[in-house]
């Protein structure tokens, strides 16, 4: 099969983000201007430097109180902070909670039942339980093409790592199990971890 997504796919559901699998989730936290706490996950995230440190984040839709964005992307172009949470398997259901298109008002972490910290270098929340936290300084926010399309980018300043994921002086993967998004509704959860040395090293 081919397609020019264009011209459209002609299936019952978009396989565009199926192809692009496994992706890590950023459980991006905020906090407004006005001091409203927001908590969402985005799976278009990655790293995308060493030195310095720097992660990046896409949000590909609107709410109608938002003014063609989402809350996340609101909070950050008015703060210019955001910290990004790993999601481990226990935390699937209180993440998924996060997901749903709420107030801008609405406390995500309140609304789920996440505990929640104060970050130490930056003025925002974090997830308390989560095995690692980024706290980032926005760098730059990218418009995309599409009406909606924003890339997020921010220097990592600050990182927190829950200690029982310290193992022999590394953060081990092993000991919370990082949740994955595929495609459509899917998810996957790592539970295996191999290693290869790079040629030349």
């Known amino acids: ?7 459209g796919h002609g299936l019952p559901h978009n396989p565009f983000n199926a192809v692009v699998t496994p ?3 950023g ?9 409203h706490d927001n908590l969402a996950p985005y799976s ?3 790293a995308v430097a060493y030195e310095p440190p720097q992660v990046m984040f896409a949000s590909t839709s609107a709410k109608p109180d ?3 964005t989402k809350d996340s992307v609101a909070n950050i172009r008015e703060t210019g902070v955001f910290a990004v949470n790993v999601v481990e398997y226990s935390a699937r259901d209180l993440m998924n909670q996060t997901s749903g298109p709420w107030d801008r008002a609405t406390d995500e972490f309140a609304l789920a039942g996440v505990e929640k910290a104060d970050c130490t270098m930056i003025n925002c929340p974090r997830v308390a339980g ?5 706290e980032c300084k926005l760098t730059q926010i990218v418009q995309l093409p599409g009406a909606a399309n924003f890339a997020v980018f921010g220097e990592v300043i600050g ?14 993967l092993t000991t919370f199990n990082p949740l994955t998004r595929l495609g459509y ?3 996957s959860v790592i539970r295996e971890v191999f290693s290869l040395k790079r040629p030349g090293n």
Request: with cysteine; aromatic share 14%.
């Open 27 to 35: 459980w991006i936290a905020t906090r407004s201007a006005e001091g």
């Open 1 to 7: 099969m081919f397609y020019e997504p264009k011209n």
């Open 66 to 68: 938002r003014d063609g």
């Open 23 to 25: 992706r890590p989730i």
């Open 185 to 187: 509704q899917d998810y």
């Open 130 to 134: 989560s095995p690692a936290t980024l």
């Open 44 to 46: 278009f995230f990655n």
């Open 159 to 172: 990182v927190h790592l829950r200690d029982d994921c310290m193992v022999d002086g590394m953060f081990d």
